[in-house]
């Protein structure tokens, strides 16, 4: 005979009903709660297993009585084939006695016995189905009573260890302690004395508290926490046994120091991280009668139209919506907020399950200088990104003598383009650059302009990585990557003025660098300014400090093309003298030069 969970359920269930009485018994120490734990569990999942055992035999039951129900349609109407068959015979015997209706009345009889037993069999199955159902809303009652009683030894759990780290901390200990002082010479023999006893009282409950820390069951959690709760050391008693000077210079001082501590209430809490309702009696618990103990808790739901926001609920972050989160009937304060739009806050008063959509609208700020930002490409990855400049006078030129107007806010690269973000354009567009069609780039060898053969800005004659500038590209090149990201952006973007480079690149300095007047070596990539990179390759962007807008390489790394005919480029190169990578410094160049050391960054136009 094969058992199925039900009864195997029933056979259990003394077994299981009397764990359920252990559990409510106050366990004595953490070992037997970690052990009902495991037990309580180690039920959970025999009673879950119970449960989908259950869930099957209701859904085979289920499918049973839909085969039946089905074949009923079937059985029903052979019967009625039958039925009117049998009435044919009948009207055919009043004209004819001599015919035989023997086997009509028996495909009469057979039909109707088979509609009745499929109705006695489908009868039975929703008997059944009703029996099984009924023992799954058992099993999954049972389930959550086990729940409950998993979350009452957590609870209890989380006391003891409250209640064993209150004990150990309430402490008393008598220690000897020296302390030698090197007293000012302008201190009396009084103030030495009374200085080195203070120090030595200091080193005292210093020790003590050491000592009492290494003793604790839960050090490194405790240890973690400190600055959460204080200790509370009092110093009760304190006896000088020796004091003098030593040598005439240094003042000794030996004592025995009785100190005990006192930790607060719910100090043992804060120490483990834990709330301070199980520091405190069940009765005491936030300071509320007995009567009022027992709080209905509901569910409460909050959503809303964006992603990546922060959800508050009464002053406590449950991270980003979607948000479920239990809370007591009563009133609570629900705030949604993220960055760059208004927060929305809302107090409601919950009686039942509840939910809330938050609808978050953006706030309509005026642009910062130096904010950043960075658009979204059609795949998903991000354009590169911008630093804010906005309309204002600035200083440009030589000994920045010229005064500018500039009528207009744009966002500047925060790096030269890098390599990978190079890659990015050609696999998508397959774009050859102007040095790969003409298989040729050009570098500086003995100072002369040399043309490298078979290089391009996948092999600069250096190794290069992901976040390294690209290199010879054209200024023709470099348009076609602005032209591809307005493309993929909506937005538009271009290669800067050199006005406004220089604009960008001094971050408000008048001086020759953003840092002033003087190269500091190590502070950019120019030749022989003492970088690993420095006359030897281009260096990653994000190498050396930003200006003070937060702009990457103004000075050095690589030349980088401005959007003019004349084909002009600014900010120096790793294998340009100091000197050339001055702010009001350019190289002039063929607007179809693709050089080794000549790279570029972008600008984005904004409304």
């Known amino acids: 005979m094969r058992f199925g969970f039900s009864t195997l359920l029933l056979a259990l269930s003394p077994s299981l009903m009397v764990s359920y009485a252990v559990a409510q018994e106050a366990p004595k120490s953490l070992m037997e709660i970690d052990d009902q734990i495991f037990t309580k569990h180690s039920e959970l999942v025999t009673f879950e297993q119970f449960r989908d055992g259950q869930q099957d035999l209701v859904i085979q039951q289920q499918s049973e009585i839909k085969r039946l129900k089905s074949e009923a349609g079937t059985l029903t109407a052979n019967f009625d084939a039958t039925k009117a068959k049998l009435k044919r015979d009948y009207q055919r015997m009043i004209n004819d006695p001599n015919i035989d209706i023997a086997t009509s009345q028996q495909a009469y009889q057979d039909a109707w016995q088979a509609v009745k037993n499929n109705q006695d069999q489908t009868l039975s199955a929703e008997h059944r189905l009703t029996e099984l159902e009924a023992d799954l809303a058992t099993k999954k009652a049972e389930i959550k009573t086990i729940s409950r009683l998993i979350e009452n030894l957590e609870s209890a759990k989380y006391r003891a260890r409250a209640e064993r780290l209150a004990q150990e901390l309430n402490q008393s200990k008598k220690i000897s ?72 210079m240094r003042y000794r001082s030996l004592m025995d120091v009785e100190m005990e501590s006192r930790p607060g209430k719910t100090t043992s809490c804060r120490l483990l991280g834990l709330d301070k309702k199980y520091c405190l009696n069940e009765n005491q618990n936030a300071s ?26 009464d002053g406590v972050s449950y991270g980003s919506t979607p948000v479920e989160v239990m809370l007591p009937v009563g009133e609570h304060t629900i705030l949604v907020e993220k960055e760059g739009y208004y927060p929305f806050s809302k107090s409601v008063d919950v009686g039942s399950d509840y939910s809330l959509r938050a609808e978050l609208k953006e706030r309509t700020n005026k642009p910062r200088s130096g904010d950043k930002f960075a658009d979204s490409l059609a795949n998903g990855v991000k354009a590169p990104e911008m ?17 500018v107007s500039l009528d207009h806010a744009f966002g500047i690269g925060a790096t030269p383009v890098t390599v990978n973000q190079f890659k990015s354009f050609v696999e998508q567009t397959k774009y050859q650059t102007d040095a790969e069609l003409k298989k040729t780039c050009t570098a500086l060898v003995d100072g002369e302009v040399t043309p490298l053969s ?37 937005a538009k973007y271009r290669l800067p003025t050199a006005q406004e480079w220089e604009i960008a690149a001094r971050a408000g300095s008048q001086a020759k660098y953003w840092w002033g007047n003087s190269f500091e070596t190590g502070k950019a990539n120019t030749g022989w300014s003492g970088t690993p990179w420095s006359n030897i390759s281009t260096a990653p962007v994000s190498a050396f400090a930003p200006n003070k807008l937060g702009m990457y390489d103004a000075v050095g790394n690589v030349w980088q093309w401005t959007n003019g005919s004349s084909g002009i480029a600014k900010g120096g190169a790793w294998n340009f003298s100091p000197d050339m990578a001055a702010a009001d410094q350019q190289l002039i160049l063929s607007t179809f030069t693709a050089s080794n050391y000549l790279g570029f960054r972008v600008v984005r136009e904004l409304n």
């Open 177 to 248: 302690v020296s302390f030698t002082n090197r007293c000012a010479d302008s201190m009396t023999l009084a103030q030495c004395e009374n200085q080195t006893k203070e120090l030595a009282l200091q080193k005292a409950v210093k020790e003590f508290r050491l000592s009492l820390l290494e003793k604790l069951s839960e050090t490194n959690v405790v240890k973690t926490n400190l600055h959460k709760a204080s200790i509370n050391i009092h110093v009760l008693d304190h006896q000088t046994l020796e004091s003098g000077f030593s040598d005439g």
């Open 288 to 313: 509320k009668p007995a009567m009022q103990q027992e709080v209905a808790w509901v569910n409460v739901s909050v959503r809303s139209n964006l992603y990546d926001d922060q959800v508050l609920i």
């Open 387 to 403: 630093i804010t400049v906005l309309p204002g006078q600035y200083k440009v030129g030589l000994n920045a003598s010229q005064s």
């Open 454 to 490: 078979k290089s391009s800005w996948q092999t600069p004659g250096f190794k290069q990585y992901p976040n390294s500038p690209v290199v010879c590209v054209s200024q023709n090149d470099a348009k076609s990557y602005a032209k591809w990201l307005s493309k993929q952006t909506g």
